[in-house]
């Protein structure tokens, strides 16, 4: 087919002869592909920087989570309990300490792990009693799931939640005075 406009395309592809059908150039584009290099050469290792990290990059795990352990209970073990700071009541703040420890002992090394920060798990907004982090939200609650992304817990029946990272105008509560 001398008129057809993909066969006079295609024709320089395979070897430049003129092909009467579609079958040849079919047959001609099979034959093609069977002769080349079908191996796997996903892990060609001359093609790789020797430089390049052997692990993937994960942007929200921090670089020593140990460190941030320590910070964090080096911040809790120096809270006065008995000392409530200005603008928090003395009851809301023996809660939030019995809170904070309890969450440091039991969900510190996982959401350290996911990448949570100090602020989203132990921030608190002064003057306003229940507003902050993970910690001055639970209230006594003992049923805390953490995930990558949010915690979930429910008080009296009532499921309550925190998304990460929303922790704007929060003070951690080791710094408040």
């Not at 929200?60 to 809270?79: T, Y």
């Not at 309990?81 to 603008?87: L, N």
């Not at 429910?154 to 925190?162: A, C, L, Q």
Request: overall charge neutral; aromatic content about 10%; hydrophobic content about 40%.
């Amino acid at each position: 087919m001398v008129g057809c406009p993909l066969i006079t395309k295609l024709t320089p592809q395979y070897g430049g002869l003129p092909m009467s059908s579609w079958r040849e150039v079919a047959k001609t584009a099979r034959e093609a592909e069977e002769a080349r290099d079908n191996r796997d050469n996903r892990d060609n290792r001359a093609n790789r920087s020797r430089n390049r990290a052997n692990v993937p990059n994960v942007p929200n795990v921090p670089a020593n989570p140990s460190l941030d352990l320590k910070q964090w209970h080096s911040g809790l073990i120096a809270v006065d309990e008995f000392t409530a700071p200005v603008g928090v009541t003395m009851a809301h703040w023996l809660d939030l300490i019995d809170d904070a420890h309890w969450m440091y002992e039991n969900f510190a090394s996982q959401a350290v792990r996911q990448g949570w920060k100090a602020l989203d798990l132990f921030g608190v907004v002064p003057d306003e009693v229940g507003v902050g982090g993970v910690a001055d939200r639970l209230a006594g609650a003992r049923n805390l799931k953490m995930h990558s992304d949010v915690a979930v817990w429910s008080n009296f029946g009532v499921s309550r939640y925190y998304e990460r990272g929303r922790c704007e105008g929060f003070h951690l509560l080791w710094e408040l005075k």
